[in-house]
């Protein structure tokens, strides 16, 4: 039985008692003037290595989060409700939604971060602040300053905690030069057999040529199909006429070069006649501030290729929803921090016009996240994944790979794709077999992780100069295809809620075991291997 992800929540209430402190009156003072109840009042909300990182800089940037946070999951259920009351359109409930869950966001930051604020802009001239970000998607806000103002903040009783700005580091990935394919080439021998195999099973499922001929004009053909893409039956899925049209897809991740053949005409940020239109819309860098997708490390092209790419005459049929549009968000470059990634976070949430406008009916209909950290219980980004959901944005996460520091096994997989809110996908390869790299489960939760499993060995997909590559290895090459056929799922069934998206994934997924992982699902392959076709048909069905 697959659990809600509604249900699967009884640990938060417990975490927030625990970060419960006693209230005082905000001290404004010099620092050596701190009582000893303020002094008892900084230590337990502020983290001991921030101490540490003053001690080798005078300014440090941390993250101050307050104590009003918004239950999202609360505000959707009961914007639903009244949504189902006014009987309004199932698109027209999903921004309503959406909208509601952003408002409410928005007003519980401005409102309780107002006294916060105020102390920050005057410390800004007064030398003590160099910068500060205000967040809503977190009740938070990004402050670099000295001691004396982290320890004045943390005597404010509207502060719950005041933690580092962590780096992050994006998921290693592995390129194995020796398996890519010449470029326009079919990826593998096995690919072959693979599309073989798929040409037969599409010919018999659509005799009728009408049926072929009801393929979206922008969608490749199944004739050269990567091994991967054929292996989910994807192929079989464009020939319904079903390839993502209508549907956006968004990563957080490297950027992406939007002028790339499998991917430019996809870019929601160009119109029919190919000209840049409010690219703000639909490309935020939260790095370095570029005005238009760019992508120097590759990463993120690699993985939204995978997600919708595809070159106009066919040849390099690299994504599992082709007809989809893609938006994105530079988070790494290659690294980042917190603060960056609670900003890309935000913006899918409500993509920011050039006069600061918020715009949650621009907001993605699935993020796929090829990034991640460390094992264990860690709820940092649990506030943005909580609120991706509540605003009905499916959050995928790969399961992450193993490192010097995570070697694998139980209970290794990466955060935030261990979190309840989370989908996570493991890596595959062209056999079935689960990756040596891919992460395993369970949850911090108890939870099943990850949910399901996907190609992810020898991955042939989009690299910056507008050519291709093959050989890449990761659980960041598998996440992709989830968020793929999250959109093609969205596109036969556009009234799926996130809940609905995950169970019909998971339920119509190919059970996968092996000698260590016998019965299904397990915490190597979660419920198997993702079947397109089985799910599109469940819900056409």
Request: proline share 6%; aromatic share 6%; hydrophobic share 35%.
């Amino acid at each position: 039985m697959i659990k809600s992800k509604n249900i699967k929540k009884t640990l938060s209430a417990s975490f927030t008692a625990i970060l419960a402190f006693s209230l005082i009156s905000p001290v404004y003072g010099d620092a050596s003037t701190t009582t000893a109840a303020g002094a008892s009042t900084i230590s337990a909300k502020v983290s001991a290595k921030l101490n540490q990182q003053f001690s080798d800089s005078e300014y440090v940037t941390y993250l101050v989060k307050l104590k009003d946070q918004v239950d999202t999951e609360s505000v959707a259920k009961h914007a639903f409700q009244k949504a189902s009351a006014d009987q309004i359109s199932p698109a027209a409930a999903k921004l309503s939604v959406r909208t509601t869950v952003v408002n409410s966001l928005i007003d519980t930051a401005e409102k309780s971060q107002q006294p916060v604020e105020e102390y920050l802009k005057k410390e800004v001239n007064n030398g003590g602040v160099k910068k500060y970000k205000s967040y809503f998607i977190v009740n938070a806000l990004a402050v670099t300053s000295t001691k004396e103002v982290l320890d004045n903040l943390a005597t404010l009783p509207e502060v719950d905690k005041i933690l580092p700005d962590e780096t992050r580091e994006l998921q290693k990935v592995e390129i194995d030069k020796d398996a890519q394919p010449e470029v326009g080439e079919p990826a593998t021998e096995q690919a072959v057999a693979d599309q073989a195999a798929v040409d037969t099973a599409v010919t018999e499922e659509n005799a009728q040529k009408s049926v072929e001929e009801s393929v979206y004009k922008d969608a490749v053909t199944p004739s050269r199909a990567e091994w991967n893409i054929s292996k989910i039956k994807a192929p079989q899925v464009w020939a319904k006429g079903i390839d993502g049209k209508g549907v956006v897809v968004a990563n957080l991740d490297t950027g992406v070069e939007y002028t790339h053949p499998a991917l430019k005409r996809k870019w929601r940020g160009l119109n029919a006649s190919g000209q840049v239109v409010n690219p703000e819309l639909s490309w935020y860098d939260a790095v370095n501030g570029a005005s238009l997708p760019t992508d120097s490390n590759g990463h993120g092209t690699h993985t939204m290729g995978t997600s919708v790419g595809s070159d106009s005459n066919g040849t390099n049929e690299i994504g599992v929803a082709p007809g989809a549009k893609w938006i994105a968000v530079r988070v790494f470059n290659p690294s980042t921090t917190d603060s960056i990634l609670l900003d890309g976070g935000q913006w899918l949430l409500a993509p920011v016009d050039k006069n600061g406008k918020k715009h949650p009916e621009l907001a993605p209909d699935v993020v796929n996240n090829s990034w991640g950290g460390g094992p264990g219980l860690d709820e940092w980004y649990r506030p943005v994944t909580k609120a991706w959901r509540a605003a009905q944005i499916f959050p995928e996460f790969s399961a992450g790979n193993t490192t010097l520091s995570n070697p694998g096994g139980p209970g290794s997989v990466a955060n935030p794709a261990n979190l309840p809110e989370a989908y996570a996908t493991g890596a595959t390869d062209v056999n079935n077999k689960l990756a040596s790299f891919s992460l395993r489960g369970p949850s911090p939760y108890g939870e099943v992780k990850p949910e399901i499993s996907a190609p992810g060995v020898n991955i042939r997909s989009s690299v910056p100069g507008g050519v291709y590559e093959g050989g890449w290895n990761g659980t960041s090459m598998a996440g992709p295809h989830t968020a793929g056929l999250a959109a093609l799922l969205l596109q036969a069934k556009p009234s799926l809620t996130v809940d609905q998206l995950e169970d019909v994934i998971s339920k119509t997924a190919t059970p996968l075991t092996d000698s260590q992982y016998k019965t299904s699902p397990n915490n190597g392959y979660g419920y198997g291997l993702i079947d397109a076709l089985a799910a599109v048909n469940s819900v056409l069905n």
